[in-house]
């Protein structure tokens, strides 16, 4: 074989930079069939990520502050490659331009989103789902994944749920039934569950063929209604807003319900809101309630939005992508009471289950809900079959219950539960960090595992504290702009990250701009928190951000402070 390849058609490793693989039928057949040389790109980084993951990303990922428009321009040519590539060339490739400037998600000080560290029996046995490339839509291109799929389908109703023995022997492996639908993760659950909700709203009735087949004009008048609504907390994830453009009710159809100072949905308002649109002859779809909020990790109030998705009969989903696997921790599942009484659930199991990207389940109280989305095909899902592609909204899908049930069984209930119970009392912990800072606010408090804070030197909190509401919505003005410089800064520095969001509450004067710290990744500890505080004030302190703070002082009428002035105040 030509081309600076090694007797099993392989790139060496002292091979000229301008030589090139051959595009030839032997070259294409062997990457097919034969793996690269022990001493190749390839097999030296499968070697590091399988022997020390940790060690890999800590030194392949270069915390960088190259901006991404000059990220970009490595990524600028879209001309199709004319001639192959050798596989060590394009690893080394990658390698410099993607793995180096990719972002370190399991760090211990990346606290800012919901990706996190993996355990490392998830890698082989990921590489072992990819080399099967099994297909679940079909029994054919899967066989055994299917029934593993509903098994574990049935583990996660069982935990949501908790039916009895009789109830899973019955209908776990029923071809006319499904506990649950998988998919790449939270919005397609969502997006399913609303699917569902919107069939069974309006269902075949005499003449009529169901809203599947004849659409929402049609269901519409047949029912005599103008119009569907969903019903959900402000603080609601915006993949309900995508489920309801798809499935025909238009974005502003999902309704936003205020929340209290504790950032749940009030009950009350939901029951209003579901008696008005009534009355203006619209059917309440849905209500949503929410566990575990993506800004503050709030849990709604389950049980009471049953009672009133009950009263008014709309389907009732609980969007628990993030707070579902709470449930593993009797300590603390009683957070989640009245999700029991949920006509479907969202659960992501690439988040707190640690399993990677992307893997989401819908599960359903009654077995039959899914009928109401059921599609066959002649030729791939055929009546009457067990299989699952009937009832899911993506077709072709990889096997990703095989990593689910891995975690199931490797970490069973108890660990996940140690988990949990770790994440939480971490977030208690920083909590505590927080209130006894002078230079710090605790905005939201954690109920699980997230919170939100900000930078607030002891001068502004007296300002704040002495201010009337024009002075307030002036200082919380000034410091939304020194907060979002500082998380820019902190994320550009690469030594830990926080992400920031904008919340809302009745007695702010303007919205506030505030850190949000997520805390599952069990590497994180409490000495790497108090570490992100301190470069934090370091950063306050820093040219461009000390000016900002100098003149936010002025405006507060705190006095006459300089740099040296703002830098002492920061260490309290």
């Known amino acids: 074989m030509a081309g600076g390849h090694d007797a099993d058609g392989h790139r060496g490793m002292d091979d000229d930079n301008d030589r090139r693989a051959e595009a030839n039928l032997d070259h294409l057949l062997r990457l097919f069939t034969v793996p690269e040389t022990r001493g190749s790109t390839l097999a030296r980084i499968e070697q590091e990520v399988t022997e020390n993951l940790a060690g890999f990303l800590r030194d392949r990922v270069v915390a960088t502050e190259r901006d991404l428009a000059e990220l970009e321009t490595d990524f600028a040519d879209t001309r199709l490659p004319e001639h192959p590539t050798f596989v060590s060339d394009q690893a080394d490739f990658l390698l410099e331009k993607v793995v180096a400037e990719s972002v370190h998600t399991a760090a211990p000080g990346f606290v800012g989103h919901m990706t996190t560290a993996l355990p490392y029996f998830m890698l082989p046995l990921a590489k072992l789902l990819a080399g099967l490339n099994q297909n679940l839509v079909k029994t054919e291109t899967s066989k055994a994944f299917t029934p593993l ?28 039934r499904a506990l649950g639908a998988f998919g790449s993760g939270g ?30 004009a049609a269901a519409l008048a047949h029912h005599d209604c103008r119009g569907a609504v969903v019903l959900v907390s402000a603080r609601g994830h915006y993949s309900l807003g995508k489920a309801a453009d798809l499935l025909g009710l238009g974005r502003d159809q999902v309704v936003a319900i205020p929340t ?9 308002l939901v029951a209003a809101a579901c008696r008005e649109r009534q009355a203006r002859g619209e059917r309440v779809m849905a209500i949503v309630g929410v566990a575990g909020t993506t800004e ?82 002649a030729y791939v899902i055929r009546a009457g079959s067990r299989d699952l592609g009937s009832r899911t909204l993506e077709g072709s899908r990889p096997g990703m219950a095989l990593l ?62 002495n201010g009337d509401a024009a002075r307030r919505g002036v200082l919380d003005t000034g410091l939304n702009g020194v907060i979002a410089e500082l998380q820019r800064r902190q994320r550009a520095r690469g030594r830990s990250f926080v992400s920031r969001t904008t919340l809302e509450f009745e007695d702010r004067p303007v919205p506030l701009v505030v ?58």
């Not at 397609?188 to 659409?215: C, E, Q, S």
């Not at 209290?260 to 009350?268: C, I, K, Q, S, T």
């Not at 939201?444 to 804070?453: G, S, V």
Request: some cysteine.
């Open 296 to 377: 503050t990790g709030r849990v709604d109030p389950l049980g009471a939005l049953a009672d009133v998705a009950a009263e008014h009969g709309a389907h009732f989903h609980v969007d628990a992508a993030w707070g579902g696997p709470t449930l593993f921790s009797r300590r603390e599942a009683g957070k989640l009471a009245g999700i029991e009484r949920a006509d479907s659930v969202t659960l992501d199991a690439h988040k707190q289950l640690y399993v990677p990207l992307g893997c989401g389940a819908a599960l359903f109280r009654d077995p039959a809900a899914l009928n109401a989305v059921e599609h066959h095909a």
């Open 404 to 465: 689910v049930h891995s975690g199931l069984r490797v970490f069973g209930r108890q660990g996940y539960a140690l988990l949990i119970e770790r994440g939480i009392d971490l977030a208690h912990h920083f909590a505590g960090l927080l209130r006894a800072a002078p230079d710090f606010e605790l905005v939201t408090a954690p109920e699980l595992n997230i919170l939100t804070y900000r930078y607030a030197p002891p001068w502004f909190q007296e300002a704040w504290t």
């Open 260 to 268: 209290d100072r504790e950032d749940r949905v009030r009950p009350e």
């Open 149 to 176: 799929e509903r098994q574990v389908l049935g583990m996660l109703h069982r935990l949501v749920y908790a039916r009895d023995d009789t109830f899973y022997a019955t209908h776990l492996h029923d071809a006319e």
């Open 515 to 572: 850190f949000r710290v997520v805390l599952a990744n069990p590497l994180t500890t409490g000495a790497i928190l108090d570490a992100m505080l301190d470069e934090q004030r370091a950063l306050a302190a820093e040219p461009g951000v000390a000016e900002q703070l100098d003149a936010l002082r002025g405006e507060a009428g705190a006095g006459e402070g300089g740099p040296s002035d703002a830098t002492d105040s920061l260490s309290g």
């Open 187 to 216: 919005t397609v659950a969502n997006i399913t569950a609303l699917w569902v909700a919107r069939n069974r709203a309006f269902p075949a009735d005499g003449g009529f063929p169901g809203i599947a087949r004849a659409g929402f």
